[in-house]
């Protein structure tokens, strides 16, 4: 298995638990040394395996990007989308068959810049959707554009004497659009993720979980903050575990402190819960509850 | 196999050609729809918003076309038949997501109720100059199937058609009314359940071992799969081999890309519908489609009564184009005469398809309002000439 | 029937569009006919000006604009004025009375008039919105194009159930007054003139 994933695989299993979870036949991944997205990954699959959810149930939906990619690797019913319509195509999966467990896996510049207008859509509609954001803070599988979530003054390819606009403060954005379950943690908690992951799937509602990634490659490099090991070492030193934080103080910048934790945990009925209620008292006898499967 | 009883409102009826979609699409048995509010199509998924609860499924109103036209390939996915509904500049913010639709296979239907562009343009009045837009209007090479209904019968009739095209062929079809045809009331009989033949979805038998999501069958149409039930399949945009795994060589490119076309485009005798009058004795030949159709055919008739030798072939299916029949008919008739609500659209494929064997006029309108029927039967006479 | 092509006009709330709804609806249903309804969309379709045009035929209609009206029936002095040049010569022209006065015929044309004060007579029955129906009824027994009962049996089909036996009220009060009209002339109303002849 690859160098990013051997980083949370621990030792007490022979072999790697998480690959029956991956299409083996589709390695070696295109991901760089020192990436995250891999990382998360294992996390991901090891919530898998905890929950003890049905595989069968569950469907992965990307976008495009680096984080797009992780659809064509999970051995699950997998679809990898047009870019930023991660969301609404899972939307419309869950809504033609609720007894799927579907995840959106996707990254930041894809879920918040052009895909921003569904992403609060979805947190306000309350559809039951699991978001795994991967934030590298930086359009990475074009080459290192700025993207909303690029912090303070970084560098980037299209911001080469610096970014000037303000970052999206995503667990803010999408706590304010009526997300019920937001959590951030970096790759380098990839136990934490993993539980984070686990508690997601247990709520009914738009979850979202940011993880904070690095990208050696172009963000890191570009702005001379190490490799992906040195990144690691800032994540490790600079997170600051505050449970229940407000949102509005967890902005990012790029070398100061990371709050990471579950900022919201709160329950709120789901959109098909509150359709069905919807139709239930307006038409009475004449409503038809969804038949999963049309044909 | 035959319709669900509880999605077909069966009887006569007096209503508009948006209202008889929706019902085509109901009795098509589709029980999702995604969509954005955009004059002149509205009236479908407000319908189709009043009417689902009742049978059993769902309406979204989505954030903006871009949405609306992936949430239903979504809900296809997960074992529904849907749709969407939108005009002018939400068909134009569509059309990527046309494209992910032949790209990865996914039967559904995008429904367009033309009204006057570019932009914004004329959003209460007819126009039929989407139709090249239907054809080419996303990236990259495919083929695409495009239905023009001529009356809220055929709204009905036509959109039932739409629905089986793109299951039997695993393709976006696109159903290309117009503000006219949309807004215009008449009587829709809507037959009994059991005799409305609905083509359903082929789900792969194989077992997951054994399943090869995007290998083409005989007539090169992949089977699906259903999601969640362990076949643990890849769909992506991305060309993909066989197992639906992004492979992009120009091989698994050439391959895939000439599948796509070749899957409508072989069968396009099959395919194509015409609706063809008076074209044994013909010298002139009105090519027409949709509202324009009707328009034409008083210019038509009125011809005939003059004892003018004047033909009628209406395009029921722009796409896949029929060229052999024009090909064949440009052998034997003077001239091919296309009114259409553009400035000259489908009166391109006309000339391609005639070889120059016969000569094409094109009979323009900006939109707006349709053409006076005295302008197409002066163009007949002056054909003749 | 031969094609009879008829234009409705008014402003929005008037029931311009279910009037020629209905009138299709008997046609094309009720009696086999062909009937196709078309309407003037548009912002000044809210509240504004509001037309419809209604095409009759004993086959199917083709073209579905009404060019030169066999029948229009205003309900506005605005629709009046937009659209009676277009009434074809020896065409009828309907009025609501009290809200159109008839003025400024050209004389170049002969047409038919005939009024009938719609609007007081659906008050008189409680709802001024019934207004429509009144008009359907007077048209119906006016024009002979369609079989009353049909007209009747469209409209109880299409207005809601609860105002149903009001609108069959409003259309036996316009059919009466209709009648009437027709039998005599029309000079009961006293706006009945041929423009020359």
């Known amino acids: 298995m690859s160098a990013e994933l051997s980083v949370s695989v621990s030792n007490e299993d022979l072999g790697n638990p998480v690959e029956p979870f991956l299409r083996s036949d589709r390695m070696p991944h295109i991901w760089c040394p020192g990436c995250g997205i891999g990382t998360t990954v294992n996390s991901f699959a090891r919530a898998l395996i905890e929950s003890k959810i049905d595989l069968k149930s569950v469907a992965l939906v990307s976008g495009i990007g680096c984080t797009g990619r992780v659809a064509g690797y999970v051995a699950l019913d997998s679809f990898h989308t047009t870019h930023g319509r991660a969301i609404p195509f899972a939307t419309g999966l ?40 991967v934030n590298n803070l930086i ?116 070398n100061g402190e990371i709050i990471v934790g579950k900022f919201v945990d709160r329950n709120r009925a789901d959109y098909q819960t509150m359709m069905r209620a919807q139709y239930a008292s307006s038409l009475g006898e004449k409503f038809v509850e969804l038949e999963a499967v049309c044909s | 196999m035959k319709a669900d009883p509880r999605g077909v409102l069966t009887g006569e009826h007096f209503i508009d050609g948006d209202h008889a979609c929706c019902e085509g699409a109901l009795a098509a048995g589709a029980r999702f729809a995604a ?104 990236h990259g090479d495919y083929a695409i199937i495009a239905l023009c209904p001529n009356s809220p019968q ?46 359903p979805r082929k789900y792969t038998q194989k077992p997951a071992e054994e399943f090869l999501p995007y290998k083409g069958n005989g007539a090169m149409v992949p089977e699906m799969a259903r999601t969640g039930e362990g076949y643990k399949f890849h769909v992506t945009g991305l060309t ?74 209406r395009l029921i299916t722009a796409w896949p184009f029929p060229q052999e029949r024009i090909r064949e008919l440009a052998g034997r008739v003077k001239a091919f005469i296309v009114p259409e609500l553009n400035l000259g659209q489908m009166a391109l494929e006309v000339e391609r398809a005639a070889l120059g064997k016969a000569e094409t006029y094109p009979l323009t309108h900006a939109g707006g309002g349709v053409h006076n029927p005295e302008d197409i039967l002066r163009a007949i006479v002056e054909a003749r000439r | 029937m031969q094609l009879t092509e008829i234009h409705i006009a008014g402003f929005g709330g008037q029931g311009v569009i279910l009037s020629a709804m209905v009138l299709g609806k008997a046609a094309s249903i009720f009696q086999k006919r062909f009937a196709t309804v078309t309407q003037n969309f548009g912002p000044e379709a809210r509240g504004g000006a509001c037309s419809a045009q209604l095409i009759l035929s004993d086959s199917a209609v083709l073209y579905p604009y009404v060019t030169h009206p066999d029948i229009l029936v205003v309900m506005s002095q605005e629709a009046f004025n937009r659209f009676t040049p277009e009434l074809k010569d020896g ?63 469209a409209v109880s089909e299409s207005v809601p159930p609860i105002f149903r036996e009001l609108n069959l009220e409003a259309f036996e009060q316009g059919f009466k007054q209709g009648k009437v009209a027709s039998g005599k002339g029309g000079t009961e109303l006293e706006l009945q003139y041929t423009a020359e002849d």
């Open chain 1, 139 to 254: 359009y990475a599988m074009t080459g290192g554009q700025t993207a909303p979530t690029t912090p303070d003054h970084a560098t980037t390819s299209t911001n080469p004497y610096g970014t000037f606009e303000p970052a999206f403060n995503l667990p803010h954005l999408v706590e304010a659009a009526g997300a019920v379950y937001v959590a951030r943690w970096t790759t380098f908690h990839a136990r934490q993720l993993s539980r984070a992951i686990g508690e997601a799937f247990q709520k009914k509602g738009f979850s979202f979980i940011e993880v904070i990634s690095p990208c050696p490659t172009l963000y890191q490099r570009r702005n001379r903050l190490g490799d992906g090991l040195e990144t690691m070492k800032y994540y490790k030193a600079m997170s600051k575990v505050r449970t229940g934080a407000p949102t509005s103080e967890v902005g990012l910048t790029m």
């Open chain 1, 94 to 133: 869950k809504l033609a068959n609720p007894k799927l467990n579907v995840v959106v896996y996707s990254g930041d510049g894809d879920l918040s810049a052009i895909g921003g207008n569904h992403l609060i859509h979805a947190a306000r509609r309350n559809i039951d959707l699991k978001v795994i954001c």
């Open chain 2, 240 to 313: 993909h081999d066989e197992r639906g795994y992004p492979n992009m060589t120009p091989q698994i490119q050439d391959k895939l890309v000439r599948r796509l076309q070749n899957k409508i485009q072989f069968a396009a005798d099959r395919i194509t519908l015409c609706e063809e009058e008076n074209l044994s004795d013909a010298d002139v030949v009105v090519v027409s489609y949709g509202i324009t159709s009707r328009v034409a055919q008083r210019a038509i008739d009125q011809a005939r009564e003059r004892g003018l030798r004047v033909g009628k072939l």
């Open chain 2, 154 to 199: 055929e709204c009905f009739d036509l959109t039932i058609k739409a629905f089986n095209l793109a299951e039997e062929f695993r393709t976006p079809v696109m159903f290309m009314m117009d503000e006219v045809v949309g807004h215009m009331t008449e009587k829709v009989v809507i037959p009994p359940a059991d005799r409305i033949e609905i083509i």
């Open chain 2, 35 to 138: 969509g954005y509010p955009i004059t002149p199509s509205t009236e479908i998924v407000e319908r189709f918003a009043a009417r689902v609860p009742t049978v059993g499924g769902t309406f979204i109103q989505m954030e903006d076309e871009l949405a609306a036209s992936i949430t239903l390939q979504g809900a296809v996915w997960g074992g529904a038949k849907a749709f969407t509904v939108t005009s002018g500049p939400g068909f134009s913010l569509m059309m990527e997501h046309v494209g992910y639709a032949a790209m990865t296979e996914t039967p559904c239907v995008f429904v367009d109720v033309q009204r006057g562009g570019p932009s914004t343009g004329l959003p209460t009045l007819p126009a039929q100059a989407d139709m090249m837009q239907a054809r080419w209007g996303s």
């Open chain 3, 91 to 153: 065409g009828t022209l309907v009025v609501e009375q009290d809200l159109v006065r008839v003025t400024g015929l050209d004389g170049k044309k002969t047409i038919k008039v005939f009024g009938i004060p719609a609007t007081r007579i659906a008050e008189g029955l409680g709802k001024k919105m019934v207004l429509n129906s009144v008009m359907v009824g007077f048209f119906t027994a006016l024009t002979q194009l369609l079989d009353a009962d049909a007209v009747r049996r």
